[in-house]
């Protein structure tokens, strides 16, 4: 019946980080990506059609969100629809339904709901029930992967301007969201020399911790620096006040480990910076430090 669903998006690099490992989670494979023309889309399997795409309105106005209106992925199993689920939550997408039956539909619909970081409300939705001899592992996430072949975030930072190209240098592979893991995230963060791992900030809620694997990285805090090494450590409990940040002042790059905790709430304080973060709702919100909003 359909060609292809049409998803119109304010922001590339932000839609692709949230709807790349969407559709990964639910096997749907790439068709095409074209940044430079702002667009990309997914087709169903076995394929070629029909086609999901996200890109830019064709007229260069702001995309809108309709009251009503509600693009729904087809899942093959029931643990599709909760690692979807928590892909999109930890991507900047904000649930309107957590995942479970909806008898109401039928005695074997499991859907989940949620909106993407423009608001547009998507579904994910398995028809079948669950399998009574298939093998349980099936539908589950990998058990092992190399780290260095998970791909780097397409989108290097939630930082607005002029804040955001003081992140250049830096790239994340977030480890932990390929096993679904939704309630703290695992990156493998790589500073090119002169690169910071983000604005010196401390959180309020957020637990931190930080494992260095290859290099020299110096740690700023409110004691001042210290000069990082392989084997070395440092965390950071929530609420402490004690603002941080790790910059690569030497010629080769820094690998390392950083964990944190995805807990509601939370705020970023940044005392060398004008602006606030605030997590509403899965997402973070950035303002100046007077409450004026980032556009």
């Known amino acids: 019946m359909l060609s292809h669903a049409y998803i119109g998006i304010s922001d590339f690099a932000r839609a692709w980080a949230f709807y790349a490992p969407l559709m990964q989670a639910l096997g749907y494979p790439l068709r095409f990506c074209e940044p430079d023309r702002g667009r990309a889309g997914w087709q169903s399997v076995p394929g070629p059609r029909p086609l999901l795409v996200i890109a830019l309105p064709f007229d260069g106005q702001p995309p809108t969100v309709g009251n009503g209106s509600m693009v729904a992925l087809l899942a093959a199993t029931r643990a599709q629809v909760d690692q ?10 904000t649930s309107e339904g957590a995942p479970g039956l909806r008898p109401h ?5 499991y859907g989940a709901y949620f909106r993407d970081p423009d608001g547009n409300k998507l579904a994910v939705a398995c028809h079948e029930p669950p399998p009574q001899h298939a093998d349980a592992t099936a539908s589950r996430p990998p058990v092992a992967v190399r780290a260095a072949d998970v791909a780097p975030r397409a ?7 002029p804040f955001a190209t003081r992140m250049a240098g830096r790239s994340k592979r977030a480890l932990g969201d390929v096993f679904g893991l939704a309630n703290f995230g695992v990156n493998l963060t790589r500073l090119a020399p002169g690169a910071m791992s983000s604005l010196r900030h401390a959180h309020t809620r ?3 911790f930080v494992y260095v694997l290859q290099g020299h990285p110096t740690l ?12 070395q450590c440092a965390g950071f409990r929530a609420g402490s006040g004690n603002a941080h940040h ?9 690998l ?7 807990l509601p709430g939370d705020e970023g304080r940044y005392p060398d910076d004008d602006i606030q973060a605030v997590m509403v709702d899965g997402r973070w919100r950035f303002a100046h430090k007077n409450g004026e909003p980032y556009a």
């Open 246 to 254: 790790l910059i690569n002042e030497t010629d080769q790059d820094v």
């Open 220 to 231: 700023h805090t409110d004691e001042g620096r210290t000069p990082l090494a392989p084997g």
């Open 105 to 109: 539909y039928h005695p074997h619909y």
């Open 84 to 93: 979807a689920h928590a892909m999109a939550l930890a991507h900047g997408g």
């Open 206 to 208: 957020q637990d931190e």
């Open 256 to 262: 390392y480990l950083e964990v944190g905790d995805r």
């Open 155 to 161: 989108r290097q930072t939630n930082y607005p301007e």
